[in-house]
């Protein structure tokens, strides 16, 4: 079965630092990679999203970093603000046709001030 | 530009009872996916709906079933309702593949 792994499942940061989220997965079958941020209570919002030919890709404080021969990615928040405690989860969207998105289980991420 | 909107906000019914839930997707969209996101996990595919037909469907027994209108709005229906069905219900919209974008979600307590 298809498998998204997310670590850590905590994290606490300063205000100002680096947040860093990682994901791995278990087969090389997937073709699109995003990453929502979660309110309590609200839905996922999309923040951003790569595709395996591409290594890095930033908008604004927010990174992702893909090493396809590792099978994983990672989330950076840079200069991280208490406006970003939320949690975080990263997705795979299987290739060939498949639709669904396959989620990790979350990170709880908080950021004092 | 009104996002995905999803009608009840919450609701509580008791076992064996049914539920719908509703779902207007993102304007300009035509695929409509439901998710199940337990308290605590990530969200789970449970079926998407394009041009009014099943396109696709996860791990989820024949209790959940759903449809899409014409107009690309989608109902998802769960019948005989267990306690385990308690979560949080997304709806998902897309033009295409993705990007997929998420309503606020419609949360189901079953007592």
């Known amino acids: 079965q298809q498998q998204v792994k997310q670590s850590p499942q905590s994290l606490i940061v300063q205000k100002g630092g680096i947040s860093i989220i990682n994901c791995a997965y278990e087969?090389?079958?997937?073709?699109?990679f995003p990453w929502y941020q979660q309110f309590p209570g609200k839905g996922p919002a999309l923040l951003i999203a790569?595709?395996?030919?591409?290594s890095e890709k930033k908008e604004g404080r927010f990174t992702i970093s893909f090493n396809k021969s590792a099978k994983q990615f990672s989330l950076h928040i840079m200069d991280s603000q208490p406006g970003d405690s939320a949690t975080y989860f990263c997705?795979?969207?299987?290739?060939?046709?498949?639709?669904?998105?396959?989620f990790g289980k979350g990170t709880k991420l908080t950021v004092n001030p | 530009d009104a996002g995905v909107t999803q009608s009840p906000t919450h609701l509580i019914k008791t076992r064996g009872q049914q539920v719908t839930l509703r779902c207007s997707p993102k304007?300009?969209?035509?695929?409509v996916s439901w998710y199940q996101q337990a308290l605590g996990q990530g969200p789970q595919f449970i079926f998407q709906?394009?041009?009014?037909?099943?396109?696709q469907r996860g791990n989820f027994p024949d209790r959940f079933s759903g449809h899409q209108f014409p107009n690309y709005s989608s109902e998802l229906n769960v019948n005989a309702l267990l306690l385990g069905d308690s979560a949080l219900y997304l709806c998902?919209?897309?033009?295409?593949?993705?990007?997929?974008?998420f309503g606020e979600g419609s949360w189901l307590t079953v007592v």
């Open positions: 998902a919209s897309s033009l295409g593949s993705e990007p997929v974008y």
């Open positions: 087969n090389t079958a997937f073709d699109y």
């Open positions: 790569i595709r395996p030919d591409v």
């Open positions: 997705a795979a969207k299987p290739q060939g046709g498949s639709e669904k998105l396959v």
């Open positions: 304007s300009g969209h035509d695929t």
């Open positions: 709906y394009y041009e009014e037909e099943e396109r």
